[in-house]
Structure formats: structure tokens, C-alpha cells
Nanobody
Framework: QVQVVESGGGLVQPGGSLKLSCTAS????????MGWYRQAPGKQRELVAS???????NYADSVKGRFTISRDNAKHEVYLQMMSLVPEDTAVYYC????????WGQGTQVTVSS
């Protein structure tokens, strides 16, 4: 069983930055595809960014140029650097790890508000 834990959420003003971190347990971290979803109140969960085990990245159109996903296989961590945040980025952000199965964290709240 893989445990996924997110951290780094919080309250930030519009235009600000925030960095989310996610750690996944297990010795096979480098073989997992990793990513971030988010879910805003009353909306469906949407893919924000993903990074393959080979390092290929993919972003939602709404965050391209503002968010950057990266991974550190030695630390078993994946990161989401978020810049130029807007109120529409407010959501619970979930990290996942996927190979043959998908494993999800509990989520971390990001609130963008003045």
C-alpha cells in the first residue's frame, strides 16, 4: 500500500505564490506517474498537472505558464510550484501516485483571497 501525503497549502493573496509538496511511500517511487488534481466547491475534480516517471509534464490550460510540477525521486517527493495565483485557483489540491493502481492523498486546501 502506498501512502500519499500532501503539504504546503494555505492562504495567499492574489498574485502570490505557493509551493505544494507531496511524498509517497514505498521503494518504487521512481516508477510512479505523479500528479496533482484540484477540486473547488461545487465543481468536479480536475487535473492540474502531471509528471511521468520519465519526467514528461502535462498541465491544464488554466495553469500553463503559472504552475510548475517537478519531482525528486531520491526524496520520494513531487512538487507543485504555483505562481501568479488567482481566486479561481482556490480549491483542495490532491496528489496522486499511479502505476498499476492509483493512490491519493487527503488533500491540502489552497485559498487565494485578499
Amino acid at each position: 500500500q502506498v501512502q500519499v501525503v500532501e503539504s504546503g497549502g494555505g492562504l495567499v493573496q492574489p498574485g502570490g505564490s505557493l509551493k505544494l509538496s507531496c511524498t509517497a511511500s514505498g521503494s518504487s517511487f521512481s516508477t510512479y506517474n505523479m500528479g496533482w488534481y484540484r477540486q473547488a466547491p461545487g465543481k468536479q475534480r480536475e487535473l492540474v498537472a502531471s509528471i511521468s516517471r520519465g519526467g514528461n509534464t502535462n498541465y491544464a490550460d488554466s495553469v500553463k505558464g503559472r504552475f510548475t510540477i517537478s519531482r525528486d525521486n531520491a526524496k520520494h517527493e513531487v512538487y507543485l510550484q504555483m505562481m501568479s495565483l488567482v481566486p479561481e485557483d482556490t480549491a483542495v489540491y490532491y496528489c496522486y501516485a499511479a502505476r498499476y493502481s492509483s493512490y491519493w492523498g487527503q488533500g491540502t486546501q489552497v485559498t487565494v483571497s485578499s
